[in-house]
Each structure stands twice: as C-alpha cells, then as structure tokens.
C-alpha cells in the first residue's frame, strides 16, 4: 500500500488536479493507495480571516464565504461530467451551508473559541476530499471517501490536538480493513477521543495525518507531493543555486524541517520513523523527478553536509552573573518559567563556567519571554546576583545538517572561516553531541548572504559567485572589463566561478546592480544613471548591499578613494587596486591596511602598484614567507622611462617622445607625474616595506634629471614648451651615455635600509643594457640570491597588461 498525500497547490485547480488524478491512476494499477488531501491552496487562511471577520462582528465575512463557496462549486463544474455532477454539487452546497451557519452563530455572538475556529477550519479538508473522491471514482477508478474524524483521535486541546496514537493506529486499521483500491481523505481534521468533538492537528496536519495512517498499516512509502522537487539544499528564495537532495536520514530531515524547511515538518516524520517506512517527496507538476528520497538511513558515500535550513527571525535571550554558579535549580527555574508560558525554545548554549545560559526565542515570543523570566529571577536581580536580562532582536539562525559530519574533522572550522571572510559575525553557537546540526546565530542582515556563502562553500557542484565593485573607468578601467567580459564563460565553465561587476563609477555617475551589469553596455548605463558619483556614497551602497564575496576595485589614482580602504577592508571586503597611493602613504597608514585584511579576513592586493601585470610583489611575498631576507633590490620600474629612453636619441626632440608616450597610454594623464621620478620612488618604497622595512617616502633620495623650470610649469602645453626651450639638456646626457657605448635607464636601487631613484648609464654586459620597449625588470638580492639575484622582467606599462594583473589578484581573492 501506498500513501499519498497531495497538499495545497496540488490540488488547487482543475487542471492540477488532473495531474493528481494520474499519479494516483498509476500507482493504483499494482498497489491500494490512499489519498491524503489538503484542502485548496489558500483556502484554509480564507476560513481563518473568515472567522476572524465574523467573531469582530465585521459582516464581509460573507463575502469571503462567497469566494470559497464559488471556487469550490466552479470546480465541481470543471472536474466532473454532467452525469456525476449534481450529487457532489448537493454534497458541496449542504457542507457550505453548513459553515455558513456557523459563522453566522460566531458573528452574531461576536466570540471565536478554539473549538469554534477548529470546527470552520475542518470544513476546507472535508470539501476539498468530497470533490477529489468523487472526481476520481468518474474518472473510473474504484474509490471510497474516509472520514479522518472516524479514525484520528486526540485529545481537548483545540488549534493544536494531540494524537492518541494506540486508539488512532487502531481505528485506522479498522476502517481500512476493507479499503478499495483508491481511497480518499481530509488531512489536517480529526476529533476528540472522548466527545466526537471535531478538532485540528496544527501546522503540516495532513502530512501528520499521512504519517500516521502510514505508520498504522505499514505502508510500503508516504509519498508526500507538493510543488517542488523535494528537500532542497538551501531555501531556494534566498539561495537561487540551491538544489533537490537525493537522499536524507529521518535525523536529517527532521533537523532541516525544524530550522524552516517548509515542505515536511518534523511532527509527520515521527510515526514513519519509528515505523522504519520511507517517506518521498515528489513534485506533483514534474511527476518524473526523483525527489528526495527519506528513510533511517542515508547513502554509505554520501555528502557530507546534506544541506542548510535557517530561521529568519529569532531573539536570543542571556542570563548570567555569578549567582549562577553552581548553582544546580537555574535551568530547571529558567525552563519552567518559559514552559509555564508555552514559549519553545529553538536554541541553547550553555557555558561550561555556568556564568550564562543563552537561548534563541521566536519572535512572537519575546514579550512572553522576557516577562516570565524577568518575574522568575526578580529577587535574584534585585540583590545583584544575577544580572538583568539581556534581549537581542533582529537576529536570524542558519543551521548545518548532515549525518556525516560526526566522521568529519573541519567541518565546523570550514563553515566558521566561511562567515568570517564575508564579515559575518557569529554571536551564539550551538553543537550537539551527535554533531548531526551545527546551529550559528547571526544578524537578519547578514542571512542572505551567509546562506549563499555556505552553500558555495560546502557544495562545489554550485558556482561561486564573486561581486566587483570598481571606481573608475579609464583606460584601464575599460579594458578590465572587457576582459571580464570575455572570461565570463570560460570561468564559469573551468572554474565555476561566476564574477559579476556589481557596482561602476567614474568620475560623474555611478551604478549598481545586485543581479551584474550588463557589460555590454556598461559604460552607457554609466552615462544614462542619474546617481551622482561620490565615493563615501558608493562605498556606502556597496556596503549595505552587503554582497557576498565581494571585492572593491580602485583603477583612479585619487587619494581621496585611497582613503576609503580601510573602511572597506574593516567590513571583510576586499581591495584590489593599481592605485600606488595608499601603499606610498605614510608607513603608519599602510601598516594598519595590511593590518586591518589579516583582523577582518579580507584581502588587500595591489600586485599592480609595482610592475603593472608583473608577478614582482607576489614574487617578493614568497621570498619572504618562506624565510628568505632581502638585502638589495635593483630595478628599472617605470615602463614609461624605459619606453622614452629605448626611443629617444640625437634625431629626435624629447619632447616628442614624451607625446608619443603619453599618446600610446604608457604615461600617467600627466606624464610630469613620471618624469619626476615620484612614481618610480613610491614603487620602490612600496617594495622596501614589503620587504619588511620601514620607511617612508622622504627617506628616499630621488635625483631628478629634468630641469625643474620645466616641472612647475602650470599646463601641459607650457611643460611642453619648455621641454623644447632645454632640448639641450636631454642631448647631452643622451651623448654623455652613448659615447662610452652605455644605455639610460632610470634606476631606483634599495641597499642597507637605504633608497635612491635616477638616471643611470649601463654598459653591454649589465642585465638592463638591453632592457626594450616599456619593460620592467627587478633584481633581488638575497640571502639564497646573493651571487645571480632573481630577475622578474616583463611589460611593465600599458592597459592591458595592467588590467590582467588587476584580474590576477581578483583570481587569488576567488581561490582563497
């Protein structure tokens, strides 16, 4: 025998109900099958607000009585041929009227007891399973109609009964001895064991009610269909890659429904589970989809985390002081109290010196609560042995769950290291000793994105997601994006890794778009957005957008966005940045942004301060971490120097090899920026401080070779002119170099704690003499490199390879 319970939106419409009816043909074809119907979707809480209406003495109760009254007459009409008709249509109008005049008793005497409300509520099982049975017997299938009220029995207590289950197990028995191969019956309605009085069995009753029928005549499976396929691995309305789990334990199950897995609750699983009879969950409208399968127990070789459940709303409540300890009645008092109110607990975390006891309440409890404690430990708090109570809303849980993860060593370091590298703080924990649930109490705020950061993080079938955020959109800026755009599909298929730019500014205009920006028309939405740019606001917006995974990308070479990092690095978001600005600041500055990553678990690269896409200051990291010692470093760190030097001779001004720089977009915007050297001392400096050194940027000494008449000009076309009127000067030095065979390059050498920057003169046999193009090279001196120091060489200017090296250190935070 099978049991089938279909629920709201199963058999909410004509056309759905069909789809039941083929299911229930199908399995009646080798086995009996009873149906377990709820009643039409949204119908229940109809006849609630129905009730509630009319117990107010509020007369529109009548027309929602109309509604329900011409929704279930409609589909009578709908199902059923002329024929067969008119018996369900009698049968449906007499359980209508029947309601009707109840409801009329509740208005005119304007009370609404629990009985009362328990009666109206019945009648959607009991019209809806009258409709289904005789749809199916036209149908021609040999189908009876069953009375729950004749064979669940439980006691008084009206909205939320109890069950006998040794009288209800037996009159199950009784009733289906004799059963035909299809039978139908309400869920959710039963009636007191003592006075035949109809009463309810609460949330997920008719799945209860399947249970128990299940249990009573050991059926071979509850097979319990909704609308969708089965259990799934996260709430799919917070996590959108959440999907169905092929296979759980009762255990596990029961643990994800606790924690707000809506399609079972854990009251349906017990009498299956002590009966050892699986249960299924299949999805009516993809009625060939397995589902999620549940039974005692699980796959030998199954995942480890089964899946993430959570509680979106939730106080916890803190006793503590020291009149706690050792004290042996505390919990017994604090528990009693709340019993007394019929407040549940959902969580309890206990610390082992026993000076406080946390619990995690419902929020529609927290008056009640805080009430019944505060009465309970009055005298206590009076006299200062135990400290008021402390309440926090505005919380939320997420839970773990798997069967497994007692067999597992890291689990619960791997979830921890997740929500802190997101910014997530955890404010209470809770573990059983069975370690089948890990329970971790967070803000609401926080929930959306802890959900899809542990979904990403537990099951790698999922693409993890990785939300940009870039102010500026240059020349670098724009290349980035473009190669973004045309990695998207190779990363989301090698390395299942979806990277979105969830935010864009320039100087003007900024955009956001939690779902990505379309990057095909990235810079045009930029244009056309009306929000105007200002970068504490975008940092702002990016902040309470509070993506997971998310990095800030700074491609200007402002300081005053310098200034937001460690604002953004302190909310556990990361910095990738070409910007040479803040590692140049003082030492003080950049000391607490590197700080600031490590404490807050976000990462602060900036690989293209030194370089462009060079691997120079990863390649220095390494040295480092793995206990090398730098002594000397020797470098030619400007592109664009080397780019003028390698093109610059007797035949051509200087000044036009500067333009033609500044034109192929090797110079900064004002290429007196790189002619002064600043920028070649501030990569140097950046590479002495992670070397381990401190120093700041007037410590180095920088030997400028341009007049400075020509550099405190006051335009560019004024720089350019005197460029011209000191022609000479650049000749000279030019000659000085070529007849002693020797090549410029500008130089900035670090040595025992000390720095310089200039133009120097190498022979043929030097490794810089055929330094081309706007290449960079770095030679490390070492302790393991003392006599061939480590040469790293490479383009050093240019968008493209700075935009790659941008993305290289966007690559390292997504493997992290």
Known sequence: MFILKFGGTSVATAQNLKKVQTIIKKYSESHKVIAVVSALGGVT??????????????????????????????????????????????????????????????????????????????????????????????????????????????????GKAAVDTNTTYREIQKQFQTAPPVSVCPGFVASSKDDELITTLGRGGSDYTAALIAAALQAIELQIWTDVNGMMTSDPRLVPNAHPIEHLSYEEAMELSHFGAKVIYPSTIQPVLDADIPVHIKNTFESDHPGTLISKDGPENDQVVKGTSCIQEIAIFTL????????????????????????????????????????????????????????EFSYETEIHKINPLEVETGLSIVALVGSRMKKQVGVSAKLFDTLSHNGVNVRAIAQGSTELNISVVIDKKDLKKSLNSIHESFFLSDRRKLHLFMIGVGNVGRVFIDQVKAQQEYLAKKHNLNVFIAGLANSRQMHFDEEGIDLEDGEKLLEEEHQEMNAEKFVEIMKDMNLRNSVFIDSTASGDIAKLYKDVLESSISVVTPNKIACSSSY?????????????????????????????????????????????????????????????????????????????????????????????????????????????????????????????????????????????????????????????????????????????????????????????????????????????????????????????????????
């Open 588 to 816: 003080k500055n950049f000391k607490e942004l590197t700080d600031s990553a490590i404490k807050y678990k976000s990462k602060f690269l900036y690989e293209t301060n030194v370089g462009a896409g060079l691997p120079v200051i990863s390649t220095l990291n390494d040295l480092i971490k793995s206990g090398d010692e730098v002594h000397k470093i020797q470098a030619v760190l400007s592109g664009t120097l080397n780019f003028i030097f390698n093109n610059y001779d007797d035949t051509k001004k200087f000044s036009d090899v500067v333009k033609a720089a500044r034109e192929a977009g090797f110079t900064e915007p004002d290429p007196r920026i790189d002619l002064s050297g600043v920028d070649v001392m501030r990569k140097i400096l950046i590479l002495a401080r992670v070397s381990g050194y401190e120093l700041e940027l007037d410590d180095i000494t920088n030997n400028g070779f341009v007049p400075e008449e020509c550099m405190k000009t006051d335009s560019l076309k004024e720089f350019y002119t005197k460029l011209d009127e000191h022609d000479d000067v650049f000749r000279q030095i030019y000659e000085k170099a070529s007849g002693q065979n020797k090549r410029l390059k500008y130089v900035a050498t670090f040595e025992n704690g000390k720095s310089q920057t200039g133009l120097e003169a190498f022979a043929s046999n030097h490794s810089f003499y055929n330094l081309g193009g706007k290449d960079n090279i770095v030679l490390f001196y070492t302790n393991r490199y003392s006599d061939q120091p480590l040469v790293v060489k490479g383009a050093g200017a240019g968008a493209a390879v700075t935009a790659s090296g941008i993305f290289a250190d966007i690559m390292k935070i997504a493997s992290a």
């Open 320 to 375: 503590t002081g020291s009149g706690m300890i050792a004290v042996p009645n505390i919990s017994y008092r604090l528990f009693g109290s709340l019993s007394r109110q019929d407040v549940n607990v959902i969580m309890i975390t206990q610390a082992s010196s026993e000076h406080s006891i946390t619990i995690g309440i419902a929020i529609d409890d927290v008056d009640k609560a805080r009430k019944a404690i505060s009465e």
């Open 45 to 158: 809480n109809q006849l609630q607000e129905c009730a509630t209406l009319a117990a107010n003495g509020n007369d529109t109760y009548k027309e929602v009585l109309e509604h329900i009254e011409k929704r279930h007459l409609e589909l009578c009409n709908e199902l059923l041929p002329v024929k067969e008709r008119n018996s369900t249509l009698t049968q449906a109008k007499l359980l209508l009227n029947d309601l009707e005049d109840i409801c009329r008793g509740v208005f005119l005497i304007r009370e609404l007891s629990p009985r009362s409300l328990d009666h109206i509520l019945s009648y959607g099982e009991v019209l809806s399973a009258a409709i289904i049975s005789d749809y199916l017997k036209a149908s021609g299938l040999d189908t009876g109609l069953f009375e729950s009220t004749k064979f669940i029995k439980t006691d008084n207590r009206f």
